[in-house]
């Protein structure tokens, strides 16, 4: 298995993906076409400017076939993640990691990160679709039947047994029935109590089967060189070869019978992924099928992450925000909330208004020296390049600075009301330093005479936001520093 780091958003030639993947251009063009196709991969001109750029837009992705040996066209990775086609491992780690090549530790937290955001989905994503074709997504059913079993262990059923003088409940029946009974001063003694007592099974064909596959995944991922970055260590439960346990067929219909007596939710979730895993016999070798686990929208990842750790308030009722006056019950419904407050456009001629309008990404309510500020921050995955007497590149764009000074506009009546000491707007990129770096502010003259202030540029450290976020804990606004002109 050929394992490889790969970077998202970085450009790559045809040449250099024959590199990565260890093999001549003949037998990387299918894998190239089979990464398009599942859209983890674009083409795009290869062009001094593309080579230099951090982003992807909509606007420079060539639809164009691929052909052994061309140098059109630059291939960029659009996800973060794990990658496994053809007995390729590809592991893609974030666009804003610069000083390592290899960075292990790194894409192991941002795997937790991608396993905590997903984890409200109670399903398993058995199969990848493209426009073209739908592959069984193997990489995503290994992962959970082992993580499955280190949360709940063995799948398992318990089997009822008859003891005499046991531990377990006494059957009262069963034991005047069919034992010797002694009478004294006319009371009955029973010398033998007959007990029932549950066990597990051991020899359960479905538990043999489930140990049987945990093990053979545990071995196909450790030769991948994946359980490391999952944080998973091997199991080997079981000596039995699938082929022990009859027929295809035969197999299936065992699953299929003990799903239909299960009503368990767990239990039913990896039966249902045991007779997936059977059904579709696949391999990580396999170059027709590709598996995934992660996302082409770490962007959205971004965004809840900052939203988890600094606190978002937008949909937390008036009444229960800290403000630093009571609520102006006069004007304010103590019902409604921040995100409620954003006028909505009125079209006249219908005397009614949109359902849209504008929804900042998070607002936040911090003290400082018993001084209240009400923070509107923009969580931003960019790379940009803000270096003193040099033109910016890669930064949000126009439509993303106006709207932030929308959203101050929008809520300037209620900071008023209700007495803040302050306002601060941001927009919060992420980054591999350790430490928040300060990038000045973004202005525009034309509003500031509204009244409205500049918004500043900070670049989150990555990990510190990740740790935060894993263990539930809030970020301290005041690290960064909003107040420094």
């Not at 491992?89 to 991608?114: E, H, S």
């Amino acid at each position: 298995m050929i394992s490889k780091y790969v970077k998202e958003q970085k450009r790559y030639t045809q040449s250099e993906l024959c590199d990565l993947f260890e093999c001549n251009d003949e037998k990387a063009v299918p894998i190239i076409r089979k990464l398009k196709e599942f859209n983890v991969l674009k083409a795009v001109k290869a062009t001094d400017i593309q080579r230099e750029m951090s982003e992807l837009f909509d606007a420079d992705i060539e639809v164009a076939n691929v052909e052994p040996g061309e140098s059109e066209y630059l291939y960029v990775f659009t996800f973060v993640g794990v990658i496994v086609v053809a007995g390729r491992v590809l592991k893609c780690y974030p666009k804003y990691i610069f000083t390592n090549i290899g960075p292990k530790d790194d894409l192991r937290q941002i795997l937790r990160v991608l396993e905590h955001y997903n984890s409200k989905e109670q399903i398993v994503r058995m199969f990848n679709d493209s426009s073209e074709s739908k592959t069984f997504n193997l990489l995503a059913v290994l992962l959970f039947l082992l993580q499955d079993y280190y949360e709940n262990g063995s799948y398992s059923n318990t089997e009822d047994i008859i003891e005499s003088n046991g531990s377990g409940e006494i059957l009262w029946e069963k034991t005047i029935n069919e034992t010797f009974t002694l009478l004294s001063d006319n009371k009955p003694y029973y010398i033998d109590l007959q007990t029932k007592k549950r066990i597990n099974d051991d020899y359960d064909y479905i538990k043999r089967l489930h140990e049987c596959i945990l093990t053979k995944a545990s071995k196909e991922l450790s030769e991948a060189e994946v359980l490391d970055l999952f944080e998973i260590t091997t199991v080997d439960l079981s000596d039995e070869l699938l082929e022990d346990f009859g027929e295809k067929d035969y197999i299936l219909y065992r699953i299929d019978k003990e799903l239909s007596t299960q009503f368990s939710t767990r239990k039913q979730l990896v039966l249902k992924t045991l007779y997936a895993y059977v059904d579709q016999s696949g391999s990580l070798y396999d170059t027709e099928a590709l598996s995934l686990f992660g996302t082409n929208s770490f962007n959205l990842v971004w965004e809840k992450v900052c939203a988890e750790i600094m606190d978002n308030q937008l949909e937390v009722r008036l009444d229960a925000l800290k403000l630093p006056v009571g609520l102006n019950k006069d004007k304010y419904n103590k019902n409604d909330k921040l995100i409620d407050l954003i006028e909505k456009p009125l079209w006249t001629v219908t005397g009614q208004r949109a359902r849209d309008t504008l929804i900042p990404d998070l607002v936040s309510i911090d003290s400082e020296d018993n001084r209240s500020f009400f923070v509107i921050f923009d969580a931003k995955y960019y790379v940009a390049k803000l270096d003193e007497d040099n033109p910016p590149k890669g930064q949000p764009g126009i439509e993303s600075v106006t709207k932030q000074y929308l959203y101050q506009l929008a809520y300037q009546r209620f900071i008023q009301d209700h007495s803040f000491d302050g306002v601060y707007n941001c927009f919060l990129l992420p980054t591999e330093e350790l430490e928040v770096v300060d990038k000045g502010e973004v202005t525009l003259h034309m509003l500031e005479q509204l009244g409205l202030q500049d918004i500043k540029v900070r670049l989150l450290p990555a990990k510190k936001a990740y740790e935060h976020y894993l263990s539930g804990n809030r970020f301290d606004i005041n690290s960064l520093k909003l107040g420094n002109n």
